[in-house]
């Protein structure tokens, strides 16, 4: 019994410290969604005509230009799901295509910092509005709501 218990507290701890991990939300210079890309940052930004520019960043949040990242996207829009590929345009990757109407859905990020990096995948529920709070999209909201 005594095993049980403690094996019931350890996962319920492990749990509790990945739901505190997950509620870390950092926005960027932009106001945009920080993403963790393996030492450099990577701005996740709904543009107003509703593409995505993705800004890469140093550990100090330093702009760097995108130049070995790798990024897709696929939207899970209501409407069904919609692959999206980025481009260099200066500095930034930018969607080749706008996002699909709507809001509430997720959009799931695919990244990697090298073409030979391990792909890290983030969900994103695509929240356009401003949350009153912070002033950043509801997406990169960083309140303790």
Known sequence: MKTLLHLVTLIALATGTLFAAEAKVKAGPRKGLILDLDGKQAE???????TISIAVYDPAMKPQAATTEVITATAEAPSGKAKIE???KGDLLVSKT???????YQVVL??????????????I?????TCKECGNPEYACTCDE
Do not use: M
Not at 98 to 104: C, N, T, V
């Open 125 to 129: 529920k695509l929240e356009l509005h």
């Open 44 to 50: 996740f930004f709904v543009e107003k005509d509703r």
């Open 110 to 123: 695919q990244a990697k910092s090298t073409p030979e990096a391990k792909t890290k995948n983030f969900r």
């Open 86 to 88: 980025f481009e260099k």
């Open 98 to 104: 706008k996002l699909p109407e709507g809001e509430g």
